[in-house]
Structure formats: structure tokens, C-alpha cells
């Protein structure tokens, strides 16, 4: 049935968690709306049939509804549309909730390509890899204007922002390689704006992963009009950044609060504003208090710290991000244990 | 026969009368044209206009169509394809759609209607029309030496980045907005003060009601997007830095004031469509309105929620997920108020007798349109499934079901019904029958192959696109030559009937509409002396006569 379905449809391969529940809604709602706009028009054209005009000036019944009726044709399309909306909104809320042990992947969205960067090493332009099974959690940005990022195989898009994040995530459930489009129009190529993610098993992935840093290529993210190129993890890049732009003369990596409050657990840490309002400070925190930092200050520091807005590229404050989430206490302790002695502070 | 008739007397033999002084010939010369204060003639320059602007929209579709054909570039380059669609969609909204019904049959059968002498102020009417057409002038000649390319909704930071020059077609849209804020106050203020002796409010004709609600929308909505406008264009001029992130400014707010004006735009192009279409059906079946109350009401219910529902053109922008859920609910009520009318038109076919002429025809096609095309904009509202069909031909497909579907269908019924009463000539009907099945079948073929493009992922404004498309892509333009061709005997059996026509005589429809109470055409004053309104307009039984009163 849902073969049948999705061949009448059109409706490409079915290569996500994601699409497969969505897909069932869609027929239902698409089953719905064929059928009663075709009956609307066919008892149209029967009324035509049994109701047609005998002579000239010919007189009618006064005919009007009953509030019955009335009543009818108000509850029943009301009840359809919140049934659907009942059942779209919770699978939305589950697309937008990433996972605890997701895999995250940077991307970056520029006229007209995207690039990939993974936080522990290799990057590329245009293919993104992946394994299947396993949730992946991707943190997009655009160099220029707003770009949309579109898996039709996975059913997912999201748009792709300057200055900001966005996030989005899917788990891929088939490897193959699933074309990515740009969805927001961007200029004269945006129709040539394609990607692929190529998913692979885990294990292959794994052995792909491994491969990729022991020969660790010129980041690309970071090459050309972007600055000096840099080879290494994007921990370590971002290392170098906060060195650089004079981050680490306010922020402290050891837990001590100094001129701004330190970074060490700063991620997911839940910090309390001058304005009372508490915030997690999850990744869209981080980047909004380097691009607008004086716009959700935390309690006790003054607001003294400038933007970075302009100082920053994109792959710079990605690379800062990861830094900053690296920085975990437990990470200093150095005794060797058996088993995991901490859940990841992620939602 | 008197060629003064008396126009109050509608006997049952009246004969088939040309007013041979009438509102186009008491006045002769251009500038008793261009200086005219008389609301049919300016809906006849409104006609003339939008009717140029729709063969030039169509045009640039018909460009985009072919061009679409192949995967690979044909016959236009990328660029040119870019500022092709942006051409269309501009075009076609901003100097078509929003103008067309309320500015051509508002204007003329408004006051009609109302038994008035003509709407109340006149002299801003004129204006309306003056600033439509600067605007219009300044919109189509800065795309042309500008080359705009962003698409007509002019998302920042590509409006605010792209070389092209924007300031004039921004400008443009700006001044048109002023042209429907007119419209629309004069329109509130007409049906507020200039109702006949015994017009009340609930024996308004449905047309009207719609066309109120819609004004209210011109008035309340319209200074948004002369704001987002101008913002967008002082920013592009001057880098203001309001909407480009790379200068401190927000992108996504820059979509928030767009759709809060360009979503209830849709309301402003579809209610009149609906209001026609009342008419239409009530006329052509030879029915009482069913449900008059209901259809009056929804349409007010609608220019309501309309207003709280632009957050569903967001759903994948950042917006947050509790946002998007009360956009989506919201979005569902306007479901709601249109199947109230939907089934108020299929109730009031219901025992009925129908004539069926080109009219009929559009508005059996219009019922399927509505449903299909609003129905999918349910679909489209419920989130899940937004994110896959968001910005690809699905939500293509569903808007022009909605603005080609329904309000061009209403707008084709619109000409043929009232072509007799604005012109007193008749075209050929069985033409007319012709081109109706060519329109409603060349559009569904045009416009259901999309929604598959948008099922199958094709994402919209793409010059290029996967080879898998093509099918689709091939189907979807044979059926844009069919409609074209529809549309061209259209135009030539109209012009000829303009010429050598019949003589229609003041009702050839037996309507019992009150627009149909005059003459054909009607004379400058509209109405000899002052009617009396007894009856509800569509009373289709003769007075005395026993009626049969049903419910169901």
C-alpha cells in the first residue's frame, strides 16, 4: 500500500525515519482532499443534471439551511483539520527535537555550494557523509543571503540563515547517495546549488571517518578568501580563533569567573540574565552573544564585551562553538574509568 | 420601442433594448474619458488596464513554461529566466490580481447594486486609477531597466546584496499600494452611506459583502507593504543595515512584514472571487442565496483571520515550533470559513433551475478549484508535511490553484456575466461554452503535473533542474499552450461581440441581481429616479405567487 501510494504520488525514496511517518499522513490528507473536491464537483454537475432550467423565468423553492447544517459543515472539516494537525504537529515536534546521540555536522551554505565540517577533523564541499542508523544533527549557517537546505529522500529542509544557526536532523535509514538542493532562491545558480549525502553503513563510516584523519586534508571551510588555511581538528581551530581575536583575555578556561564568565561547562550551562530571564546556553546562544553580545547579558557581568559581528566568519564561529563545548571539567580528569561516568549536558 | 425604458419596469416581455445614450457616449472625446468622475467608465479603464497586464503576465509565464521544457538551458539564459518569474509574479499580483475584480466589477457594479449614483467620493476613485497606473509604469519600467531578479517577494539579504537596481520597482509597489487603500475606503464608505431606501445590510447583494470585507483588508493591511518596501528600498539605497545580518540587520523580521501584508493579499484576491461567484451561482441556477447569512459572515470571518495566519509561509525559517503551531491552527480556520460557502454554493444549486452558459461552467470548475486548491493549502499548513513540500512546485502548484484556479475563473465568469450590462452587446454563448472547458481542462493539466514536481522535490524559481522532472515538466507546459489557446478565443469572440454582437437588452439572465435593474448599457446616472427594493436580491418567484419554503 504504501509502495502504491508513493509511485501515484511521485513522492521520491523513503530514506529517513522522518519520511516514513510523515508520508503516511500525506496520503491521508491528499486521499481526503482528491475525493471531496472531486465529489464537490461532481454533485455540482449531478445538480446540473436533475435541476436544469425547464422554461425561462421558471420560479424556485425558497430553500435555506437548517442549523443542523449549518453546524455540520462547520464541525465537520474542522474535525479532519485538527486531526491532521494533532498528528503533523507531533511528528514536527519530533523533527525539530534532535536526539541526545546525535552525530553533529557543520554546514555552511555560500553561493552556490555547501560545504561540511565535522567537529573532530575533516570537511568537505558539496558531499556530506554519513552513517546510516544513526542521528545526525546538522547546525547550518550562510555566508551571504538565505539559502534552504533540502533532502527530498529525507523529507527534511531547513533554511540556511546568515549571522545565525539553524539546526536540523534526520537519521538515514538506507545507504545510497541522496541529492541535497537549495529550496530558497539565492541568485542567478540556485538551481545548480546541489549536494549529495552519501549515507554509508557504520562501520564503513567509521573506517571512512578514521581514514579522513590520518590523512587530514586542508580544511576547505577555512581555505581561500576565508583566511590562512589550517590542518586539525575544529576543536583545535577554534583553539587558535579564541587565541587570536583576544577572547581568552575576558574569558577564562578553568572555571574562574573573570571579565566575562568562563567557558569551562559554559555549554548547556543554564545561566541567569541581568534581566532575571534564564537561558540555556546552547549553540544559537553562543553565536548570538559573539554577533550581539551585549543583547542577553548574564547576571553579575557589565556589558562591556564588543561584536564580533564582521570579526567572526562563519567557519571561525563554528569552530568557537566547538571549542567552547569541549570544555568540560569532567575532560580534566585524568584516572582512567571503565564505563561512562557522565551523561553528555545535552538535551 | 422607448429607448428611455422606464428600467424599474422589468416585465416579462421586455424586448431586447440598446440604450442608445449611455454612460459610454453621453460624453464624447479622450478627456471626457480621462476627466470622467463616473465609476463604470473607470471600471471600464481599470478593465482595459488589467486586461494588458494580464496578457503581459501571461506572456512572461508562457516564457517560463517553455523554458521549463527541457532540463537544460533553451531559450533564455539563467538571469533572464530570473527576472522572467520575477516579471510574472509581480505582474501578475501587483497589477493584475489585486487590482482586477474589485477595481473592474467593484468599481462598476458596486453602486449598481447598492442603487446608488456612484460610489462616494468620486474624485478619489479618479485618483485610485491615476496612482494605479504610475505605479504600474514605474514597477514595469524599473524591472526593465533595472532587471530585477528576487523573486516578487524580495527576501533580504539577496534584495538588499543583488547588483541589480531596486528602488524603482520597490518604489512602484509602494505608490500601487496607495491606488487599493483608495479602492478600498471608498468602497467601505459607499456601502456604509450610499445603500438605496430599503437596502439594508442583510438584503446586500453576496457581492458586495465581499467586496466590503475585502476593503477592509486594502485599508488595514496595504500600509504594511509600503512599509516593507520602502524599508527594503532605503536599505538597498542607502545600507541602512534594517534586514542584512551583515550589518546588524534581521533577515527573517523582513519576512515577517511581508507576509503580513501578502498573506491577506490572498484574501484580497480571492473574496471578491467568492463574491462573484455568490452572484453567479444564486443568478444561473435562478436560487436564493442558501445560507446568505453564513456566506456574508464567513467572508468577514476570513478577512479576520487572515490577518493571524502569515506565520505558515515560515514553518522552516527558525521560527520557533509553538509559533508554527498557532500558525497552523489559525490557517485551518480559514478552511473552515471557506467550506461554510463552499457548501452554501453546492446547497443553493439544490433545487434550482439551472441555465448553463460559459458562467456555469466556470463556477463548476471554480467549486473543484476552491476545494482542491484550499484543501492542499490545508495540507500545506500541516507542519509535518510543510517541510517537504515547502518552497517546491507543490506550494506552486497550490497557489495558482487558488489565484489561477479560483480567481481566475471567477474573474472569467465575472466578464461573461456582466459583459451584456457594461457593453448591452452578447457574445456567442456556445463560444463561450468552448473556451470554458478549454480553461478549467488546460488548467487542471498546467497545474495538477506541478503538485506531482512537488511531491517528487523539484523546488520552485529553478532554471535548471534533475532529469527525473522532465515528465512532469513537459506535461505541466502542453498544458499552459492549452490554456493559452483558451484565453485567445476568448479574446476574439469578446472583441467581436463588441462590435457586431447581439443586443442584449437590460437582463439577458433573468438575473434577479440588482445591478440588472437598468438599462444595457446603463445610462451616466445609472437610474432614472429612485427604486424600490422589496424583495431580497435572487428571489427567484414571481410576486403573489405561492413559494414553497424548504429546510434542510
Known amino acids: 500500500m504504501n509502495e502504491i501510494m508513493r509511485t501515484i504520488l511521485w513522492l521520491p525514496v523513503q530514506a529517513s525515519t522522518f519520511a516514513k511517518s510523515v508520508d503516511q499522513?500525506?496520503?491521508?490528507?491528499?486521499?481526503?482532499?482528491?475525493?471531496?473536491?472531486?465529489?464537490?464537483?461532481?454533485?455540482?454537475?449531478?445538480?446540473?443534471?436533475?435541476?436544469?432550467?425547464?422554461?425561462?423565468?421558471?420560479?424556485?423553492?425558497?430553500?435555506?439551511?437548517?442549523?443542523?447544517?449549518?453546524?455540520?459543515?462547520?464541525?465537520?472539516?474542522?474535525?479532519?483539520f485538527l486531526a491532521w494537525f494533532v498528528q503533523g504537529y507531533g511528528d514536527y515536534v519530533w523533527y525539530t527535537t534532535p536526539p541526545k546521540d546525535t552525530m553533529d555536522v557543520y554546514v555552511m551554505g555560500k553561493?552556490?555550494?555547501?560545504?561540511?565540517?565535522?567537529?573532530?577533523?575533516?570537511?568537505?564541499?558539496?558531499?556530506?557523509?554519513?552513517?546510516?542508523?544513526?542521528?545526525?544533527?546538522?547546525?547550518?549557517?550562510?555566508?551571504?543571503?538565505i539559502h534552504s537546505f533540502f533532502v527530498p529522500d529525507f523529507r527534511i529542509k531547513m533554511d540556511v540563515l546568515p549571522g545565525r544557526y539553524t539546526e536540523t536532523w534526520f537519521e538515514a535509514t538506507k545507504p545510497g547517495r541522496y541529492q541535497v538542493l537549495c529550496a530558497e532562491y539565492c541568485g542567478t545558480w540556485h538551481s545548480q546549488m546541489w549536494g549529495e549525502v552519501v549515507v554509508m553503513p557504520p562501520a564503513e563510516f567509521d573506517a571512512w571517518m578514521l581514514q579522513q584523519k590520518v590523512g587530514l586534508t586542508e580544511?576547505?571551510?577555512?581555505?581561500?578568501?576565508?583566511?590562512?588555511?589550517?590542518?586539525?581538528t575544529l576543536v583545535e581551530y577554534g583553539k587558535k580563533v579564541a587565541m587570536g581575536q583576544g577572547c581568552l583575555k575576558c574569558h577564562s578556561l578553568d572555571g574562574d569567573p573573570h571579565i566575562g564568565p568562563t567557558w569551562l561547562d559554559l555549554y548547556h550551562r543554564r545561566e541567569t540574565l541581568e534581566t532575571g530571564e534564564t537561558v540555556i546556553a546552547d549553540e544559537a546562544y553562543l553565536t548570538d552573544s559573539m554577533m550581539d553580545p551585549r543583547a542577553k547579558i548574564v547576571k553579575g557581568y557589565k556589558p562591556v564585551m564588543p561584536t564580533y559581528r564582521g570579526k567572526l566568519t562563519a567557519p571561525d564561529a563554528a569552530?568557537?562553538?566547538?571549542?567552547?563545548?569541549?570544555?568540560?571539567?569532567?575532560?580534566?580528569?585524568?584516572?582512567?574509568?571503565k564505563e561512562a561516568i557522565y551523561e553528555p549536558a545535552r538535551r | 420601442m422607448n429607448q428611455h425604458a422606464d428600467s424599474s419596469a422589468l416585465a416579462p416581455t421586455e424586448a431586447r433594448v440598446y440604450q442608445e445614450i449611455n454612460y459610454l457616449n453621453a460624453d464624447r472625446g479622450v478627456a471626457s474619458?480621462?476627466?470622467?468622475?463616473?465609476?463604470?467608465?473607470?471600471?471600464?479603464?481599470?478593465?482595459?488596464?488589467?486586461?494588458?497586464?494580464?496578457?503581459?503576465?501571461?506572456?512572461?509565464?508562457?516564457?517560463?513554461?517553455?523554458?521549463?521544457?527541457?532540463?537544460?538551458?533553451?531559450?533564455?539564459?539563467?538571469?533572464?529566466?530570473?527576472?522572467?518569474?520575477?516579471?510574472?509574479?509581480?505582474?501578475?499580483?501587483?497589477?493584475?490580481?489585486?487590482?482586477?475584480?474589485?477595481?473592474?466589477?467593484?468599481?462598476f457594479c458596486l453602486p449598481l447594486m447598492l442603487g446608488a449614483k456612484d460610489v462616494a467620493f468620486p474624485r478619489l476613485n479618479l485618483l485610485s486609477l491615476y496612482v494605479y497606473w504610475t505605479g504600474s509604469a514605474l514597477v514595469l519600467w524599473g524591472v526593465i531597466t533595472g532587471g530585477a531578479d528576487t523573486g516578487w517577494t524580495f527576501y533580504a539579504p539577496y534584495s538588499t546584496t543583488t547588483p541589480m537596481t531596486l528602488f524603482p520597482v520597490l518604489f512602484g509597489v509602494f505608490i500601487l499600494g496607495f491606488s487599493s487603500i483608495l479602492t478600498g475606503l471608498n468602497f467601505i464608505v459607499?456601502?456604509?452611506?450610499?445603500?438605496?431606501?430599503?437596502?439594508?445590510?442583510?438584503?446586500?447583494?453576496?457581492?458586495?459583502?465581499?467586496?466590503?470585507?475585502?476593503?477592509?483588508?486594502?485599508?488595514?493591511?496595504?500600509?504594511?507593504?509600503?512599509?516593507?518596501t520602502l524599508l527594503v528600498g532605503i536599505e538597498k539605497v542607502g545600507g541602512f543595515g534594517l534586514f542584512d545580518p551583515g550589518?546588524?540587520?534581521?533577515?527573517?523580521?523582513?519576512?515577517?512584514?511581508?507576509?503580513?501584508?501578502?498573506?491577506?493579499?490572498?484574501?484580497?484576491?480571492?473574496?471578491?472571487?467568492?463574491?462573484?461567484?455568490?452572484?453567479?451561482?444564486?443568478?444561473?441556477?435562478?436560487?436564493?442565496?442558501?445560507?446568505?447569512?453564513?456566506?456574508?459572515?464567513?467572508?468577514?470571518g476570513i478577512a479576520f483571520v487572515g490577518f493571524f495566519a502569515w506565520g505558515h509561509h515560515m514553518f522552516v525559517s527558525g521560527q520557533s515550533p509553538f509559533d508554527d503551531g498557532a500558525f497552523a491552527v489559525i490557517s485551518m480556520l480559514v478552511g473552515v470559513f471557506t467550506a461554510i460557502k463552499v457548501f452554501n454554493w453546492v446547497g443553493t444549486l439544490y433545487r434550482g433551475a439551472i441555465y448553463v452558459s460559459g458562467p456555469f461552467i466556470y463556477a463548476c470548475g471554480f467549486l473543484f478549484f476552491i476545494v482542491f486548491g484550499g484543501m492542499t493549502g490545508i495540507a500545506v499548513a500541516t507542519v509535518s508535511l510543510d517541510v517537504h513540500w515547502h518552497d517546491t512546485y507543490f506550494v506552486v502548484a497550490h497557489f495558482h490553484f487558488i489565484m489561477v484556479g479560483a480567481v481566475i475563473m471567477a474573474f472569467l465568469a465575472a466578464i461573461h456575466y456582466w459583459f451584456p450590462k457594461m457593453f448591452g452587446k452578447?457574445?456567442?454563448?456556445?463560444?463561450?461554452?468552448?473556451?470554458?472547458?478549454?480553461?478549467?481542462?488546460?488548467?487542471?493539466?498546467?497545474?495538477?503535473?506541478?503538485?506531482?514536481?512537488?511531491?517528487?522535490?523539484?523546488?520552485?524559481?529553478?532554471?535548471?533542474?534533475?532529469?527525473?522532472?522532465?515528465?512532469?515538466?513537459?506535461?505541466?507546459?502542453?498544458?499552459s499552450t492549452l490554456l493559452a489557446f483558451g484565453f485567445i478565443i476568448i479574446a476574439i469572440y469578446l472583441i467581436w461581440a463588441l462590435k457586431y454582437g447581439d443586443i442584449a437588452g437590460p437582463n439577458p439572465w433573468n438575473s434577479k441581481g440588482y445591478e440588472w435593474l437598468t438599462s444595457s448599457p446603463p445610462i451616466k446616472e445609472n437610474f432614472e429616479h429612485t427604486l424600490d427594493y422589496p424583495e431580497e436580491p435572487h428571489t427567484y418567484h414571481e410576486p403573489g405567487e405561492e413559494v414553497e419554503h424548504v429546510v434542510i
Do not use: C
Open chain 2, 33 to 107: 474619458w480621462l476627466k470622467t468622475l463616473d465609476h463604470k467608465r473607470i471600471g471600464v479603464m481599470y478593465f482595459v488596464s488589467v486586461l494588458l497586464a494580464f496578457l503581459l503576465g501571461g506572456i512572461f509565464a508562457m516564457i517560463v513554461r517553455l523554458e521549463l521544457t527541457t532540463p537544460e538551458p533553451t531559450l533564455i539564459s539563467a538571469n533572464t529566466y530570473n527576472r522572467m518569474f520575477t516579471l510574472h509574479g509581480m505582474v501578475m499580483i501587483f497589477l493584475f490580481m489585486i487590482p482586477a475584480i474589485p477595481g473592474v466589477f467593484g468599481n
Open chain 1, 111 to 145: 553561493k552556490w555550494m555547501w560545504k561540511f565540517a565535522y567537529p573532530d577533523g575533516p570537511n568537505a564541499v558539496g558531499t556530506l557523509h554519513v552513517p546510516a542508523n544513526r542521528p545526525v544533527r546538522l547546525l547550518l549557517t550562510s555566508r551571504d543571503v
Open chain 1, 25 to 80: 499522513l500525506h496520503y491521508f490528507v491528499i486521499t481526503v482532499t482528491m475525493v471531496s473536491s472531486i465529489a464537490v464537483g461532481l454533485l455540482a454537475f449531478g445538480f446540473f443534471f436533475k435541476y436544469r432550467q425547464i422554461r425561462p423565468r421558471q420560479s424556485t423553492p425558497v430553500v435555506v439551511p437548517s442549523v443542523k447544517f449549518e453546524l455540520a459543515v462547520v464541525v465537520v472539516p474542522l474535525v479532519f
Open chain 1, 319 to 337: 569552530a568557537l562553538v566547538e571549542f567552547i563545548k569541549s570544555l568540560r571539567s569532567q575532560n580534566l580528569d585524568n584516572t582512567p574509568s
Open chain 2, 247 to 300: 550589518r546588524g540587520g534581521d533577515p527573517v523580521l523582513m519576512q515577517h512584514l511581508f507576509w503580513f501584508y501578502s498573506h491577506p493579499a490572498v484574501y484580497i484576491m480571492v473574496l471578491p472571487a467568492m463574491g462573484v461567484m455568490s452572484e453567479i451561482i444564486a443568478a444561473y441556477a435562478r436560487k436564493n442565496i442558501f445560507g446568505y447569512k453564513m456566506i456574508a459572515y464567513s467572508s468577514l
Open chain 1, 219 to 232: 580544511r576547505v571551510d577555512t581555505g581561500g578568501d576565508d583566511g590562512p588555511a589550517f590542518h586539525g
Open chain 2, 426 to 479: 452578447m457574445y456567442h454563448e456556445g463560444w463561450s461554452m468552448v473556451a470554458a472547458v478549454f480553461i478549467v481542462l488546460g488548467f487542471n493539466a498546467t497545474f495538477i503535473p506541478q503538485f506531482l514536481l512537488g511531491n517528487a522535490g523539484m523546488p520552485r524559481r529553478y532554471y535548471m533542474y534533475p532529469e527525473r522532472f522532465t515528465t512532469l515538466n513537459v506535461f505541466s507546459t502542453a498544458g
Open chain 2, 190 to 228: 459607499t456601502i456604509h452611506t450610499l445603500r438605496a431606501p430599503g437596502i439594508t445590510w442583510m438584503k446586500m447583494p453576496l457581492f458586495v459583502w465581499a467586496i466590503y470585507a475585502t476593503s477592509i483588508i486594502q485599508v488595514l493591511a496595504t500600509p504594511v507593504i509600503g512599509l516593507t
